[in-house]
């Protein structure tokens, strides 16, 4: 069965300052990943998409992510964060290497920017 | 492009009643997904649908039932509500399923009291 790791839960970072949220993944046969946002009393925005190719992913916002498959790791970093970062992020992977069509949700980090 | 649309935003019911939540997807999406969010559990996969057939379903009890309309558009219905029923009930869509990014609505809250 696949499932995805996230290994923080929560993340406090000051502003301007990198990070990285950290994403681990298992998962037999093929894998698509993706990173969702989700501010307060909103859904889930698509931040990036590993689908097949380059291991390096930029997505939106400055944010970018790095696939390592030795490794089962998806991990999402940004350089210098911002205040308007704050949310909460979830790591996922489509369910049976995309034979089905359901996201597998790691647990989500809670990234807070600090001023 | 309007995005994933879900109504209502905000639902209060009390134990044992029903509830439809409709989702409306992107222009020219044909697969609908909803997910359930609760604080306990996080993010769980409720079922999907493509052209007007349920293609998968999550771990759910058969209270939980759905369908899709010719227009793509979606409606999820719970029966005999419970008080762990209370949730955010998220709506995806994407072109044809399968490893293609899904898009998301704002969900609806639904509280059960």
């Known amino acids: 069965a696949q499932s995805v790791t996230q290994l923080d839960s929560q993340v406090p970072v000051f502003e301007e300052a990198p990070v990285e949220l950290r994403c681990n993944y298992s998962?037999?046969?093929?894998?698509?990943l993706f990173w969702y946002v989700q501010y307060p009393n909103q859904g889930l925005q698509l931040l990036l998409k590993y689908l097949s190719g380059s291991t390096l992913v930029k997505g939106i916002n400055g944010f970018e992510a790095v696939f390592n498959k030795s490794q089962t790791s998806f991990h999402l970093r940004k350089p210098s964060v911002h205040i308007s970062d704050t949310a909460e992020y979830f790591c996922?992977?489509?369910?049976?290497?995309?034979?089905?069509?359901?996201?597998?949700f790691g647990k989500g980090t809670k990234l807070s920017v600090k001023p | 492009k309007a995005g994933v649309t879900q109504t209502p935003r905000y639902l209060i019911k009390t134990r044992g009643q029903q509830v439809t939540l409709s989702c409306s997807p992107i222009?020219?999406?044909?697969?609908v997904s909803w997910y359930q969010q609760t604080p306990g559990q996080g993010l769980q996969f409720l079922f999907e649908?493509?052209?007007?057939?349920?293609?998968n379903k999550g771990n759910f009890p058969g209270r939980f039932s759905g369908r899709q309309f010719s227009n793509s558009r979606s409606e999820m219905n719970v029966s005999t509500l419970e008080l762990g029923d209370s949730a955010l009930y998220l709506c995806?869509?994407?072109?044809?399923?399968?490893?293609?990014?899904?898009?998301f609505g704002d969900g609806t809250r639904l509280s059960i009291l």
């Open positions: 995806a869509s994407s072109l044809r399923g399968g490893n293609q990014p899904q898009h």
């Open positions: 998962s037999s046969v093929s894998v698509y």
């Open positions: 649908y493509f052209s007007e057939t349920q293609r």
């Open positions: 222009s020219g999406h044909r697969s």
């Open positions: 996922a992977v489509i369910g049976d290497g995309g034979r089905q069509g359901n996201l597998i």
